[in-house]
Structure formats: structure tokens, C-alpha cells
Antibody, heavy 119, light 108 residues
Framework: QVQLQQWGAGLLKPSETLSLTCAVY????????WTWIRQPPGKGLEWIGE???????NYNPSLKSRVTISVDTSKSQFSLKLSSVTAADTAVYYC?????????????WGQGTTVTVSS | EIVLTQSPGTLSLSPGERATLSCRAS???????VAWYQQKPGQAPGLLIHGASSRATGIPDRFSGSGSGTDFTLTISRLEPEDFAVYYC?????????FGQGTKVEIK
């Protein structure tokens, strides 16, 4: 049973860098887009970006200047860094996977990490 | 960017009734890359439908998806108590990948 388990700091001050990591257990790391998605309180879902096992990235243009997604294939982990955070970055952040080969949507999700940006 | 507009915003129905949720795209989307998700309070979204009409593993057959081009629909044939939740459509055919704003299905 594939599981995505994520962790990272939940309380940040404005201008700090958000850092989250997601580990993949019980399944392959190749042939997937490893993805970060966020959800502000009471709002909808926003795709942040993705990375493949080979390190190819694709970011949402709205966040591209502040986002870095990286991968550690030796640990089956991928990470998100979002710099210069503001209150607008307060959200639940999810990691998820999407097959590169099959059109199957985001079929596995992490449990979510609540990140609050406050001075 | 492809904008997905879901309607209605809220659907008030009783258990046993049929729910029809709409998702309209601002430009044509390859139906292979349209998915629907269900989200309950405090939980991560869960995949219901992919490829516009294929049920994900373990999803009961009261859930069905249809559509092509710019218009997609999620239908719940007979609402069960556990189906009252928020539903999102999503497209991966064009970057950035985008979600609709959600439809809340609430108990009438």
C-alpha cells in the first residue's frame, strides 16, 4: 500500500522560507510526477508544482519565482521550498503523486501540513 | 491558464437523491486529463474519477463522470450519507494544472 508521509515547520514569520518534505513508502518512485498542492483556509486547491524522479520540474507561474522542488531518489523523498512567505501563503500543503504514463489523476496524497505565516 | 468553473457552488439535497455537478473549462481540455476529487472536512482530497469517466479503484458505481471539450459532469446517482462533501474537478492537460473552486454537496 503506497503511502505519502509529509513533514515540515508549521509556523513561519513573514519573509522566512517554507520547507516541507514528503516521503514515499511502499511503491515505485519512477514514472510519477511528485507534486505539491496547497489549500488556503476555507478555499480551494492550488497546484504549486511537480518533479519527476530524474529531477525535471514544472512550476505554477504564479509562484515560480519563489518555489524550488527537489528530489532525493535514494530516500524516495521530495521537498518543497517557498521563499519570502507572507500571510497569503498560509495554507494546508499536500504532497501527491500523478502517473507520468497513465492518465490517472492525483491518486495518492499525503496527510497535509498546516503552515501558518504570522508575525 | 485553463480556468475551471464549477456549478452550483452549493447543492442542497436529501439522501437518496441524484446529484449533478458541472465543471466548465475556459478552453478545451483533453478528457483524458480531467479528474474529480471528493474532500471531507479535515481530510486530504480523494480521487473519484480520472480520464473524465473512469472510476478510481474502490469507488462505488453510483459515482459517474462524463463530458468532453469544455463541459464535464460528475453524477452521484443516489446520495449516501457519506457522500456529503466538497467536490473538485481538475485538469492536467495544460500547465499549470488547475482545479475548479469546488461544489459543496450538503444535506437538505
Amino acid at each position: 500500500q503506497v503511502q505519502l508521509q509529509q513533514w515540515g515547520a508549521g509556523l513561519l514569520k513573514p519573509s522566512e522560507t517554507l520547507s516541507l518534505t514528503c516521503a514515499v513508502y511502499g511503491g515505485p518512485f519512477t514514472n510519477y510526477y511528485w507534486t505539491w498542492i496547497r489549500q488556503p483556509p476555507g478555499k480551494g486547491l492550488e497546484w504549486i508544482g511537480e518533479i519527476t524522479h530524474s529531477g525535471r520540474t514544472n512550476y505554477n507561474p504564479s509562484l515560480k519565482s519563489r518555489v524550488t522542488i527537489s528530489v532525493d531518489t535514494s530516500k524516495s523523498q521530495f521537498s518543497l521550498k517557498l521563499s519570502s512567505v507572507t500571510a497569503a501563503d498560509t495554507a494546508v500543503y499536500y504532497c501527491a503523486r500523478e502517473s507520468v504514463i497513465w492518465d490517472e489523476g492525483f491518486d495518492k496524497w499525503g496527510q497535509g501540513t498546516t503552515v501558518t505565516v504570522s508575525s | 491558464e485553463i480556468v475551471l468553473t464549477q456549478s452550483p457552488g452549493t447543492l442542497s439535497l436529501s439522501p437518496g437523491e441524484r446529484a449533478t455537478l458541472s465543471c466548465r473549462a475556459s478552453q478545451s481540455v483533453d478528457s483524458n486529463y480531467v479528474a474529480w476529487y471528493q474532500q471531507k472536512p479535515g481530510q486530504a482530497p480523494g480521487l473519484l474519477i480520472h480520464g473524465a469517466s473512469s472510476r478510481a479503484t474502490g469507488i462505488p458505481d453510483r459515482f459517474s463522470g462524463s463530458g468532453s471539450g469544455t463541459d464535464f459532469t460528475l453524477t452521484i446517482s443516489r446520495l449516501e450519507p457519506e457522500d456529503f462533501a466538497v467536490y473538485y474537478c481538475q485538469q492536467s492537460g495544460s500547465s499549470p494544472k488547475t482545479f475548479g473552486q469546488g461544489t459543496k454537496v450538503e444535506i437538505k
